[in-house]
């Protein structure tokens, strides 16, 4: 994200918002954000064809965060059209990798099929953060006529170099709810993965799926609480799972934990499971 300054820079001349509102990139992004007109498509498309990469990446934050306001509780995206047309050019031709990255991202805000195309192109992008936001967006854009290939990229984003690729890789098979034996092995292959996070939502995901070849590998996920959180994944995916034999493995956990509505709530659910 641009710093304080460039946001300043770049983004007052063409919006016209008052220095205040301006003091953080942050800042001057909800500003716009809370301004889906269209001026400020029309300034934010301007500075997507800019020469200057900076200004190109603060366009694309800004088409990005352009919500529909009439709905707040939909939130859903603003100048879908416009902002897809412009987003396709720069997936095109866009040669700044940090650039590339932002469009990645901002395809998930827009919820389009056609960004399906350059996201599944750029699965094995070498730099990590675009491959991040492939993993994130995919999901937001499938289709019925495209859920398939969705699907198989995200198995294969499952197996990244990356932890917080595979991570979200993992959470958007587990958000779109397909279950087949290709999305179950992706799963089961992640159950040990030394990134914590990562394990846990293949975890969840499986334990989700009821597939019980998640038991052994969550007892010893349970057995090891992360310090930093995660035994919630593990917690949760004994509570879709349900089974008699998680009970002791949760019960140990209690007297290390006390007690915690989640662990409760598994606790509960491996009982009623006897």
């Known amino acids: 994200m641009p710093d304080s300054a460039s946001a300043d820079l770049?983004?007052?001349?063409?919006?016209?918002?008052?220095?205040?509102?301006?003091?953080?990139?942050t800042t001057a992004l909800v500003a716009l954000q809370a301004r889906p007109t269209?001026?400020?498509?029309?300034?934010?498309?301007?500075l997507c064809r800019s020469a200057n990469a900076d200004e190109r990446r603060l366009g694309v934050l800004v088409l990005a965060e352009l919500?529909?306001?009439?709905?707040?509780?939909?939130?859903?995206?603003?100048?879908?059209?416009?902002?897809?047309?412009?987003?396709?050019?720069l997936a095109a031709t866009e040669p700044n990798t940090d650039v590339l990255a932002e469009v990645a991202r901002a395809f998930g805000y827009?919820?389009?099929?056609?960004?399906?195309?350059?996201?599944?192109?750029?699965?094995?992008?070498?730099?990590?953060?675009?491959?991040?936001?492939?993993a994130c967006s995919l999901p937001c854009c499938r289709a019925r006529d495209n859920e398939q290939r969705v699907v198989d990229a995200l198995i294969e984003l499952s197996d990244d170099e990356d932890g917080a690729v595979r991570d979200y890789a993992l959470f958007g098979l587990r958000e779109l709810e397909v279950d087949s034996a290709q999305v179950r092995d992706a799963m089961?292959?992640?159950?040990?993965?030394?990134?914590?996070?990562?394990?846990?939502?293949?975890?969840?995901?499986?334990?989700?799926?009821?597939?019980?070849?998640?038991?052994?590998p969550l007892i010893d996920y349970l057995q090891n609480p992360d310090p930093h959180g995660a035994v919630a994944y593990g917690l949760d995916a004994a509570t879709a799972l349900a089974d008699p034999r998680l009970l002791p493995t949760l019960r140990a956990l209690e007297q290390r934990l006390g007690d915690r509505p989640d662990l409760r709530q598994a606790i509960a659910g491996s009982t009623d499971g006897r």
């Not at 269209?38 to 301007?46: F, K, M, Q």
């Not at 350059?118 to 491959?131: E, I, N």
Request: charged share 30%; with cysteine; hydrophobic share 50%.
């Open 188 to 216: 089961l292959r992640r159950v040990r993965d030394p990134d914590v996070s990562v394990a846990g939502e293949a975890l969840v995901g499986l334990a989700r799926l009821g597939d019980e070849r998640a038991i052994a």
């Open 10 to 25: 770049v983004a007052a001349p063409w919006i016209g918002v008052v220095n205040e509102e301006l003091r953080s990139a």
């Open 67 to 89: 919500h529909d306001l009439a709905d707040v509780a939909a939130a859903g995206p603003a100048f879908v059209e416009e902002s897809m047309e412009v987003l396709l050019a």
């Open 110 to 134: 827009r919820h389009d099929p056609r960004a399906v195309e350059p996201l599944l192109a750029w699965r094995g992008h070498p730099d990590d953060s675009v491959r991040f936001y492939v």
């Open 38 to 46: 269209r001026e400020v498509l029309d300034r934010a498309c301007d």
